[in-house]
Structure formats: C-alpha cells, structure tokens
C-alpha cells in the first residue's frame, strides 16, 4: 500500500545511510542554531535602547510600545531578533526607564533595558 504511493522506501543499506546523513545533518543545524541563539542572549542581556517616541502633556505615549518597535531599535545596532520573541508584563505607555524580556529559541532569555524619551 505505501511503496506504490511512495509514501515508504525499502530498508536497504542505501536507504538507510540516507536517513542517517539526513539526521546528522539536522544535528548540525540544531546545534548551530543553538550556539547562535546563546551568543544573541549573551550580547542582548543587559543592553540598553532607546526609543524616541511621541507622547502627550502628562508623559503619557499616544500608542504602547510593540514588539515591533522594539526590533527595529535593535536592528539600528546590528541586533536581529523576531518581533513575538519579545514580552511585556505590562504595556508600555510612559516615558522613563523599563525592562522587556527576549524570550529566544532554544529557552534562552535576555533582559533588555528601554528608555522611552519624547520627541
């Protein structure tokens, strides 16, 4: 049933080497990925940003801070991260100083020190 529909090879030598180079390189590639998210965690803990954003009379901004805002304020200085990776235990709506948390593959965390200033 399966081998007319090529869903299912025979098991020979060759067959099976295959599957075995398969994984090893999908080894490499998990470990490489794993190396690269470790050394993007150790340069983004502790970093500092700044963002420049406007805000009313009181200090208050007129939209939260996103994910969003906060990749391209990393991709200025050469940091590259996806935007669902980072979290807010709160929105950011104020001026001042706050911590975001970069939740990186591999479970790997960064905090990240933001400076929101108005413009």
């Given at each position: 049933?399966?081998f007319p529909?090529?869903?299912?090879?025979?098991?020979?030598?060759?067959?099976?080497?295959?599957?075995?180079?398969?994984?090893?390189?999908?080894?490499?590639?998990?470990?490489?990925?794993?190396?690269?998210?470790?050394?993007?965690?150790?340069?983004?803990?502790?970093?500092?940003?700044?963002i420049e954003?406007?805000?009313?009379?009181?200090?208050?901004?007129?939209?939260?801070?996103?994910?969003?805002?906060?990749?391209?304020?990393?991709?200025?200085?050469?940091?590259?991260?996806?935007?669902?990776?980072?979290?807010?235990?709160?929105?950011?709506?104020?001026?001042?100083?706050?911590?975001?948390?970069?939740?990186?593959?591999?479970?790997?965390?960064?905090?990240?020190?933001?400076?929101?200033?108005?413009?």
């Amino acid at each position: 049933f399966l081998f007319p529909q090529n869903l299912a090879v025979p098991a020979t030598l060759q067959a099976t080497r295959q599957v075995e180079i398969k994984k090893e390189r999908e080894i490499k590639v998990e470990k490489k990925e794993l190396k690269e998210a470790g050394r993007l965690a150790t340069s983004l803990d502790g970093l500092e940003i700044e963002i420049e954003t406007k805000v009313n009379e009181v200090g208050k901004l007129y939209a939260a801070i996103s994910g969003q805002d906060i990749v391209e304020a990393l991709k200025k200085i050469g940091k590259k991260i996806q935007p669902e990776w980072v979290g807010f235990s709160s929105p950011i709506k104020e001026i001042g100083g706050h911590e975001v948390l970069v939740c990186l593959p591999h479970g790997f965390e960064a905090k990240i020190n933001l400076n929101i200033k108005a413009k």
